[in-house]
């Protein structure tokens, strides 16, 4: 380490106290591993006097002692793969959750986490080179052992549901809410149940339904349970399966053929809902409708959503306009401008990031716009709300959707970061760990901008407007030829673009035009862009 420990904390110290709001406290832990899971707040631990993983609170107290060999944690879900000593050395996989109660027995060679209902564990016999469906190598002396599968459990909610032989099982199955699709080794497919019973719909194809449409009408067949679906004879809920609602011939309907709500429109498609929002689409521009049937985006964006996770995981949502990536909220207002083309732009949810032409990242804020730092580089999670920024001199922080600086700057190996920002990890070297736990005021997040203003990202002063083209307190603007009242990009009695505002030096007070401004001010050295 190039900073002694104490001097590194006080550092720290002194940051928090100067403005990092969201922080709520962090704890000092000596450990030889950390194992952080972004969809939970505990962590596993290998504490520096310890051979095994335990799991403990973000406070350093124990949940669970420190039984496992080894632990892993689950990207989707907030469970840890986890192993134990066994007598054989190979069966020792089981799963727990972040409370560490046990969904899985340490007991299985290979285990999967298909969703956080399903999950399945493997038991091999020793086989031969030639009919093996496992290779174990010893890395020490670079021998070899074979095995194939004998058996595999299925477990629903941490329960031992059904037992498949390997003729029975070939690879990844698919589960549908309670519901979970297996592919045999002949390559055919079975659905099995929440009690693993046999679906008696035979379907021989991946998906939760399948459709026919004959006469003008489309029959949905849940392939899970046989049953006919959005008809009036089916009973299942909507906590069984993952698609409950569908459009059909210009109406929403629930599972039992009931139309919940009327379409605002008469769309040409509708997405799977998630997190209570689908997508919509109509003569090829897409919009979002809630499950009240409102369209709380319209549809006259090119693309909604990044359909990886749910919309408004964090108040906002990405969209393509025009060719140009931007951010909304959930009334439909600009958070970030559609500025930059979407071919440049890498999408990670809340958060997106472009290269510059001089190699530094630039980061989009869903909920403020784009960053006035760039970042030598950074690692953004899927759905994150926080992401870790490097600096060119090899430091690392980390950084909230509102912009906040969560973590400063500091001379680590390493920062994560749940996709809450509720919980971070820095790992010092030398097993010297400290643990954050953040809370955060969603009463504290800006305000949404209209469509067609400028998102403050810095803490110049507002340029002043000559009077052809004066912006109002209310956010409107008055073009060259003297029509005001102005609220998009462009005048709709003349047709003429909004002027772009100036740049002014905070310092001396200089005044640039937009596409005339350096990137630092020749009176006094004040950064500009």
Request: proline residues 4%.
């Amino acid at each position: 380490m190039k900073k002694a420990l104490s001097l590194l904390l006080a550092v720290l110290m002194a940051a928090f106290a100067a403005g990092a709001a969201a922080e709520s406290g962090y704890v000092e832990l000596k450990a030889r591993d950390i194992v952080l899971n972004y969809n939970s707040e505990t962590l596993g631990c290998r504490f520096e006097d310890s051979d095994y993983y335990g799991l403990i609170r973000p406070d350093g107290t124990e949940v669970i002692p420190a039984v496992y060999r080894s632990m892993r944690s689950d990207s989707y879900t907030p469970y840890f793969r986890v192993e134990a000593n066994s007598s054989d050395g190979v069966h020792d996989e089981g799963v727990i959750d972040d409370q560490g109660n046990v969904l899985v027995p340490a007991v299985y060679a290979d285990i999967n986490i298909v969703s956080d209902r399903w999950m399945y564990g493997v038991k091999l016999v020793t086989s031969t080179a030639d009919d093996k469906d496992y290779t174990f190598t010893n890395f020490s002396t670079g021998d070899k052992s074979f095995y194939r599968i004998d058996t595999v459990d299925f477990y629903f909610r941490g329960k031992l549901v059904g037992t498949l032989g390997r003729s029975d099982f070939d690879s990844y199955p698919s589960a549908y809410g309670d519901y979970i699709c297996i592919q045999k080794r002949d390559k055919t497919r079975v659905y099995y149940n929440s009690a693993f019973e046999k679906s008696p719909s035979g379907a021989d194809s991946y998906g939760e339904y399948d459709t026919s449409y004959k006469k003008g009408k489309t029959t949905y067949i849940h392939n899970g349970s046989g049953q006919t679906a959005f008809d009036s004879g089916c009973t299942l809920t909507p906590e069984e399966v993952d698609q409950s609602i569908v459009y059909d011939q210009g109406k929403f309907f629930d599972l039992q053929g009931n139309e919940p709500f009327k379409a605002a429109q008469n769309y040409d498609y509708m997405n799977q809902f998630r997190g209570g929002y689908a997508v919509v689409k109509m003569n090829r521009l897409s919009g979002l409708v809630d499950m009240t049937g409102k369209e709380v985006i319209p549809v006259e964006y090119d693309d909604v959503g990044d359909y990886t996770d749910y919309p408004f995981r964090h108040g906002v949502i990405s969209a393509v306009k025009d060719g140009k990536f931007g951010y909304l909220d959930q009334s439909g207002n600009v958070t970030c401008d559609f500025t930059y083309s979407k071919d440049i732009v890498r999408n990670y949810g809340s958060l997106a990031t472009i290269k510059d032409l001089d190699g530094s990242i630039i980061v989009l804020s869903g909920l403020v716009g784009v960053l006035p730092e760039h970042y030598a580089e950074v690692d953004v999670r899927m759905g994150a709300r926080a992401f870790v920024a490097k600096n060119a001199e090899g430091e690392y922080s980390l950084i909230d959707l509102d912009g906040t600086t969560l973590i400063p700057y500091v001379d680590c190996y390493s920062i994560y970061c749940n996709y809450d920002a509720t919980v971070a990890a820095v790992n010092l070297g030398s097993r010297q760990w400290l643990i954050y736990t953040f809370t955060h005021d969603a009463s504290a997040a800006p305000e949404a901008q209209p469509e067609g203003t400028e998102t403050a990202t810095d803490n110049t002063e507002p340029s002043d407007q000559n009077a052809d083209s004066a912006s109002a307190a209310d956010g409107t603007w008055t073009c060259s030829n003297g029509h005001e009242g102005n609220t998009g990009k462009f005048c709709p009695v003349c047709g003429e673009a909004k002027p772009a505002d100036e740049i002014i030096c905070p310092s001396c007070g200089t005044h640039y035009a937009p596409d005339e401004a350096p990137n630092f001010c020749p009176e006094d050295g004040t950064k500009l862009n």
